[in-house]
T-cell receptor, first 109, second 111 residues
Framework: RKEVEQDPGPFNVPEGATVAFNCTYS??????FFWYRQDCRKEPKLLMS???SGNEDGRFTAQLNRASQYISLLIRDSKLSDSATYLC??????????FGTGTRLKVLA | DAMVIQNPRYQVTQFGKPVTLSCSQT?????MYWYQQKSSQAPKLLFH???????NEADTPDNFQSRRPNTSFCFLDIRSPGLGDAAMYLC??????????FGPGMRLLVL
């Protein structure tokens, strides 16, 4: 089993749609969690950290479920500019960050 | 603005010709990382520095070396690049256990 698993997609959704991605992790001792966005041929950019109580930033909502060992990202009212790869990152210790392979999202006009 | 800088953004080298990638940061983070990312794959950690302490990943080839002369700079040396080393190389920084911030990456082409 991979340490961090994501559905690679692509998720093709129309503009305005709501889309959700899940990410599962294998290490129950994982300490912190992040969603990054990566555009083609660019570096990963932090979208949001994921807090135990869940958190929201505009159209984006992140949730953490420690019991089932997954995190989720919900994007409401999708924009064309949301098209990207979304990377789930799990921190297992001070220096150990485990990346998922990413979920590709394409928002269609 | 505080940031992570990688120059150049693109580099072409010949098979077997040593190449050095550079990274600098103005965030004053004590941890610096080098990742290799190939197309449609997750970034793969090569090594990291915590201050001056170097930590090599077990599966990082000997062909890859690193130097960190001071807090701000970190270098990745590829001693004898092979065709399989063509990739994007990402430098990242963080405070220990906190959010990582990535540089823009350097795309290496090996001819």
């Amino acid at each position: 089993r991979k340490e961090v698993e994501q559905d690679p997609g692509p998720f093709n959704v129309p503009e305005g749609a709501t889309v959700a991605f899940n990410c599962t992790y294998s290490n129950s001792a994982s300490q912190s969690f992040f969603w990054y966005r990566q555009d083609c041929r660019k570096e990963p950019k932090l979208l949001m950290s994921v807090y135990s109580s869940g958190n929201e930033d505009g159209r984006f909502t992140a949730q953490l479920n420690r019991a089932s060992q997954y995190i989720s990202l919900l994007i409401r009212d999708s924009k064309l500019s949301d098209s990207a790869t979304y990377l789930c990152v799990v921190n297992e210790g001070t220096y150990k960050y485990i990346f998922g392979t990413g979920t590709r999202l394409k928002v269609l006009a | 603005d505080a940031m992570v800088i990688q120059n150049p953004r693109y580099q072409v080298t010949q098979f077997g010709k040593p190449v050095t990638l550079s990274c600098s940061q103005t965030l004053n983070h004590n941890v610096m990382y080098w990742y290799q990312q190939k197309s449609s794959q997750a970034p793969k950690l090569l090594f990291h520095y915590y201050d001056k302490d170097f930590n090599n990943e077990a599966d990082t080839p000997d062909n890859f070396q690193s130097r960190r002369p001071n807090t701000s700079f970190c270098f990745l040396d590829i001693r004898s690049p092979g065709l399989g080393d063509a990739a994007m190389y990402l430098c990242a920084t963080s405070r220990a256990g906190k959010t990582q911030y990535f540089g823009p990456g350097m795309r290496l082409l090996v001819l």
